[in-house]
C-alpha cells in the first residue's frame, strides 16, 4: 500500500522521503488502535547511584515520569515546552540571563531531554563549584518562573523547528517522523515529542502551568548522581522532590497498541528537492 503523508499538524509540503513499515507476522487489520493496556509497575524512586571517587565531577539527572504521550489532544506539544521552561527559563528568584551569568565561572550547565515517555533534566559540575550548581539546577525544576517571555521564546523555538528544520532541511528527521506518525496513527505515539504546529500554537501559559503541577510532583521523580559525589549531596537532592509539587495520583499512561501491520506498506512523503531518505520500522510485541 502507497500513501502520501500530508503531516497532520506538521503541515509538510512536498525529492521523495520514503517511510516503510513492515509486519513481523501476518496479521490481519482488526479494530481501531486503542492505548488500553496493563498499568505500568510501581516506579522504584530510589536516587540510582554510580559513585566514581575518582571523578572530579558530579552529574546529575532529573527523570520525571512524563513525555509527550501525556500532552493532551490538541495540545501537542505541551510537555516539550513546559520541560524546557525549567531548563531555558528564569526562576522566581533569577532571570535567565542571571542564571547563565552565574554558571558561566563554574564552567557547567543543565539541559533537558523529552521524548514520549519521559523528561529528563541533567547536569554535570566539577566538585569545587557542585554546591552552587546544585542550588541553581534545584531551583530550575522546582521554582520555575512561568514568564510570558520565556513562553513565547521556547514554544517559537518549537514552532520554528517544525516549520522550518523539520519540513525543509532536514529529510531524514522527517523520514523518521513520518513513519511514526504513520505506524502508530491514532495513539499517544504519533506526533513528535515537540508536538505539531496547530498544538503548540493553541497552548497558553496556564496550560503550562498546570501540567507542571500535575506531571512534575514528587511522586514522578526518580534522582540520579555519578563520579565524585557525597551522602551528603545525595541528601540534599532527595530533599528537593518535597519542593516539587504535591502528588496528583495520576496513573501512567498505558502503552500504546498500534494497528497491526499486514505485509509491507509503504509511506510517500513528497517533497520538492528532497534526498532519497529511507526509514524503516515495525511495532515491537
Known amino acids: 500500500m502507497t500513501r502520501t503523508w500530508n503531516s497532520r499538524g506538521l503541515s509538510v509540503v512536498a525529492g521523495v522521503t520514503l517511510a516503510l513499515a513492515s509486519a513481523c507476522t501476518q496479521r490481519p487489520v482488526s479494530a481501531p488502535p486503542t492505548d488500553a493496556a496493563p ?14 571517587p575518582s571523578d572530579p565531577t558530579i552529574s546529575y539527572a532529573a527523570w520525571f515520569r512524563v513525555g509527550s504521550q501525556d500532552d493532551p489532544k490538541g495540545k ?19 532571570s535567565l540571563d542571571e542564571i547563565t551569568r552565574a554558571l558561566y565561572p563554574m564552567a557547567a550547565g543543565y539541559h533537558v531531554t523529552v521524548d514520549r515517555e519521559m523528561a529528563t533534566l541533567r547536569g554535570r559540575a566539577h566538585r569545587d563549584t557542585a554546591a552552587a550548581f546544585q542550588s541553581l539546577l534545584v531551583e530550575a525544576y522546582t521554582a520555575p518562573a512561568f514568564t510570558e517571555a520565556d513562553f513565547q521564546r521556547v514554544r517559537d523555538a518549537a514552532l520554528d523547528y517544525l516549520k522550518t528544520t523539520l519540513r525543509y532541511a532536514s529529510d531524514e528527521e522527517l523520514g523518521k517522523a513520518a513513519l511514526l506518525n504513520f505506524v502508530y496513527a491514532g495513539t499517544r505515539y ?3 515529542e515537540r508536538g505539531t504546529v496547530e498544538g503548540l500554537s493553541s497552548i497558553t501559559l496556564d496550560d503550562v502551568r498546570a501540567h507542571y503541577q500535575r506531571h512534575f510532583a514528587g511522586d514522578r521523580v526518580v534522582f540520579a548522581l555519578g563520579g565524585g559525589f557525597d551522602d551528603a549531596t545525595v541528601a540534599a537532592l532527595e530533599r528537593s522532590r518535597d519542593a516539587l509539587p504535591p502528588a496528583a495520583g495520576l496513573p501512567d499512561a498505558a502503552p500504546p497498541t498500534p494497528r497491526p501491520i499486514t505485509g509491507r506498506q509503504v509511506l510517500l512523503v513528497a517533497k520538492p528537492g528532497a534526498d532519497a531518505s529511507i526509514s524503516f520500522g515495525y511495532p515491537l510485541d
Do not use: F, I, K, Y
Open 39 to 52: 498499568a505500568a509497575p510501581e516506579l522504584d524512586r530510589s536516587t540510582v547511584r554510580l559513585s566514581v
Open 190 to 192: 504519533a506526533h513528535p
Open 76 to 94: 501537542e506539544g505541551l510537555t516539550w515546552v513546559t520541560a524546557h521552561l525549567l531548563a531555558d527559563g528564569g526562576t522566581r528568584s533569577r
